[in-house]
């Protein structure tokens, strides 16, 4: 659990952005709730006293690097000597005091250091011995990714550290566990620590890797040329290293009589939290958000409320920032909180404008779900349904200047008019092209407020 002093804690903030406005009989009720996370004033690491850390306090970071090491790895054998020499960027990068551990990931799972259940404290000698762990790692055996997180969610659970992270590497399909073994790992992986998914090459199943992140609270990319993977995995460990509050939960109250619609992560990623709500009190539900450093992310909520009449108002819900009691016995604390509200108007421009940040948000959700079904029309076949599809996709990308996803785009269609979404399909579109766009097409831009 996490132990913080109120000195360390960031500060949070919520912000919500909404048309409180309705029409008489309106019931649905949107916002755009920003939390902005900003100083928490951690050290990085705890005192080490000849590198061991100073009794009565935890670790401030916790991370197991999962490496695949099975036989495709060796394919071409530059893979696994790129995924040697990633794994050995990220240890570098670790801070002093932090905890750590490397798996082995295959068929089985190993912790190759520093082995025996346990994980090391990183100063210099243990880098220079995790490090010359891993060059003895090497290629063959099968892929079975839920036995990695299960290893890591063990090693993991023996720390008390404050942030708890993965980071996992594969380059092929979950091909020796059933879909269902792997979604079990997860379900039993998911509040316990949050992971990085990465894909290297183009042989490896998007949606995997994808589902992986999104239940860990992560982030999931692809790295089509193996030789882009120190910098990637340098960059995920200096975010890893650079939160400094973990186990936050978007706390949802609302009053009796009105119903959740759903409750998204809109930045800087789409990510539904709808179907992750916990009890929390009577018409109270908690949403995981995961760790935090200096940062700010977007939260779109929409709740339906009862009818009312012209001029009546009402609290539609409270959205609050909630800590997890440090001990048993204590209370959470409320780090930050914002209301959403309804007001009935006969006033008709005032209850039909959308709010800004909502039609923003609401245009982002939806580019990411018509690229998947885009793509997933393409690799049917329905050469139609895809044009339609992507067509509407770069329309919005246009639309709301998301430049990155545009370019992507712009590799799988041909694009005549951006403004109307005119588009041909590509004859000939790079595996990793495909990929890439799949993998990305959750990512958002904010908007300009």
Known sequence: MAN???????????????????????????????????????????????????????ADAAVVLMVDCSGSMDHPPTKMRNAREATAAAIETLRDGTR??????????????????????????????????????????????????????????????????????????????????????????????????????????V??????????????????????LAADFTRMMENAMGKEVADVALRLWTPVGVEIGF???????????????????????????????????????????????????MLAARVSLILPPVSEGEAPQTLSQGLVRAVWTDDMAASTVMNPQV????GQAELAQVIQQG???????????????????VQLASASGNADTAKLLSKVVDVVDAATGTVRLKARVAEADEMTLETRSTKTVRVKK
Request: aromatic share 6%; proline share 5%.
């Open 359 to 362: 039609a923003h948000y609401t």
């Open 4 to 58: 913080f002093s109120k000195s360390t804690v960031p500060q949070f903030s919520v912000e919500v952005y909404q048309n409180a406005y309705l029409p008489e009989g309106g019931r649905d009720v949107n916002a755009i709730v920003t939390v902005t996370s900003t100083g928490g004033g951690t050290t990085g690491g705890v005192p080490l006293a000849d590198g061991v850390p100073v009794p009565g306090r935890a």
């Open 263 to 313: 409750v998204k992560q809109v930045a800087p990623t789409v990510a539904d939290l709808t179907g992750r709500r916990t009890q929390a009190g009577p018409r109270a539900g908690d949403y995981p958000t995961g760790s935090w450093g200096d940062e700010s992310r977007d939260y779109h909520v929409c709740v339906r409320v009862p009818e009312a009449g012209i001029g009546q108002e």
């Open 100 to 205: 750590f551990a490397v798996v082995a990931g295959t068929h089985v799972a190993e912790d190759v250091y520093p082995g025996g259940g346990r994980l090391a404290v990183a100063d210099a000698r243990t880098r220079t011995e995790a490090k010359e762990a891993l060059r003895r790692l090497a290629a063959g055996g099968g892929t079975a990714i839920g036995t990695w997180l299960r290893l890591a969610g063990r090693l993991l659970a023996a720390s008390e550290a404050d942030i708890r992270h993965g980071i996992l590497l594969t380059d092929g399909r979950n091909e020796h566990e059933s879909p269902e073994d792997l979604r079990a790992a997860l379900d039993d992986c998911a509040g316990r620590f949050t992971c990085d998914a990465r894909g290297v090459g183009t042989d490896w199943e």
């Open 375 to 393: 793509l997933d029309a393409r690799k049917s076949g329905d050469l139609d349904g895809a044009t339609a599809k992507l067509g509407r996709a």
């Open 207 to 228: 949606k995997e890797v994808t589902g992986i992140a999104s239940a860990l609270l992560g982030t999931a990319d692809i790295v089509a040329d193996p030789a882009g």
